[in-house]
């Protein structure tokens, strides 16, 4: 679960780590209110989870009443790439001597947490790593040992923080970056994060270091330790099918197209997308089942589906791997004697017991799909189901966003 700056900054707090002070706001009369409370000049920021905010005109810098009363009232039902704007976060400017980045997150090849920080931020990190990659530093993190301040010190000294300061003003810098780090890392693992971000990390003319922004993406899978966690999710802009997919405990991300996506494993049903557009159809969703499908995960799954009006088809992708073939067309069949379909359904039904499965959905679903022992085959068919395929010219159309 992604969360919105103002919840990033919130969830920083817990954890000690010093934000600028601010509030959030819903309307131009609170964004007057939070303004007025907290002290001139303030920042507006539209709150949406997606990168270009500011190009966008979504963070304004405002001196005084008027400006807050204008931009509050530019920015709330703005739309930036798809996202309309519902609240903002206000909080007191910062005069600013540096910008920073640091982050933590997992690398799973290595098996190990891996901290980034780099003197350059502000801008987007990927464009850092490309056109200076030396410019960022890395330290992978045993999750046993943890990080201590003395490693904390390092990455600072070793990004080059402070190079230039003067000594004084370099060991406080340092100390509080060092501390920052930790607490940061603290976040990270205590807070159960995928991902704890901060870009910028600044360092004020005063001579203090805090969080000017957050990026915070929470491990779904650790929801039952944090009950609160409930109530950030249910601020979340999602439409109707990603929330119904989430009550029913789906991996559901939906897509513009009109060819519904069912697949077991994450894996599997991302290659699933990208099959179907190769052959010109168009995905209407990502939608992972997980390692099994039984008649309650599929029918789950198909209700999910169902409720897209512009699915026009539905491919069914499963690997049966521990799950046996025949327990998947099971499943399968029983699912479909519970939910009354929109549109014709395209089933490609392979692995263990590959063979038995498919003989049983011939035998009791007969009629009410198509199968195919392909995948290729299967997204050919249900791409046209769905419609006339396009022309393709190479390449990939669906597009991603990494802020």
């Keep these: 679960m992604d969360l919105y700056e103002y919840q990033g900054k919130q969830y920083f707090a817990r954890y000690g780590i010093p934000t600028s002070p601010g509030a959030e706001a819903d309307s131009v ?13 303030v920042v507006l920021k ?16 405002a001196a005084g009443a008027e400006e807050v009363r204008e931009h509050a009232a530019a920015i709330l039902g703005m739309d930036i790439k798809g996202h309309t704007v519902h609240r903002l976060w206000i909080e007191r400017s910062s005069e600013i001597s540096r910008e920073w980045y640091a982050s933590f997150t997992l690398d799973r090849s290595a098996k190990k947490h891996l901290c980034m920080l780099s003197a350059k931020g502000g801008v987007d ?15 992978h993190i045993d999750p046993v040992e943890g990080l201590s301040a003395a490693q904390a010190a390092d990455l600072v000294a070793r990004a080059g923080l402070v190079e230039g300061l003067d000594e004084a003003e370099a060991s406080s810098v340092s100390t509080q970056a060092a501390e920052l780090l930790v607490k940061l890392y603290t976040c990270y693992v205590e807070g159960d994060c995928d991902l704890a971000e ?17 990026k915070v993406t929470l491990d779904d899978n650790a929801s039952f330790r944090h009950a609160d966690w409930a109530d950030m999710a249910a601020t979340d802009d999602m439409d109707e099918r990603e929330r119904l997919a989430r009550e029913k405990g789906l991996q559901y991300v939906g897509l513009d197209g009109f060819v519904g996506i069912i697949a077991n494993g994450a894996g599997l049903a991302m290659s699933t997308c990208d099959v179907v ?35 026009r088809s539905i491919f069914i992708n499963i690997f049966g791997g521990i799950t046996r073939g025949e327990e ?63 022309v393709r010219t190479g390449g990939t159309s669906r597009e991603g966003s990494v802020r």
């Design 29 to 41: 009369e609170e964004a007057l209110e939070v303004a007025a409370r907290i002290g001139y000049p």
């Design 46 to 61: 539209a709150q949406v989870k997606v990168g270009g905010r500011g190009k966008a005109g979504g963070i304004k810098l």
């Design 125 to 139: 990190i990927e464009e850092v790593a490309a056109s200076d990659p030396d410019a960022i530093v890395r330290r």
């Design 198 to 214: 901060i870009n910028p990390l600044i360092l004020t003319t005063d001579g203090r270091v805090h969080a000017l922004d957050a």
């Design 277 to 311: 557009e190769q052959v010109g159809g168009e995905p209407a969703n990502f939608l992972d089942i997980g390692g099994g499908a039984n008649a309650d995960q599929m029918a789950n799954a198909l209700e999910v589906i169902n409720s897209d009006p512009k699915v």
């Design 328 to 390: 998947v067309a099971n499943g399968i069949v029983q699912a479909l004697d519970r939910v009354e379909l929109k549109a014709p359904i395209v089933i490609r039904l392979d692995g263990t017991n590959a063979e038995e499965g498919r003989s049983i959905l011939a035998q009791e679903a007969a009629g009410r799909i198509l199968s195919s022992p392909t995948m290729i085959e299967a997204a050919r068919k249900a791409a046209e189901l769905a419609g006339e395929p396009r």
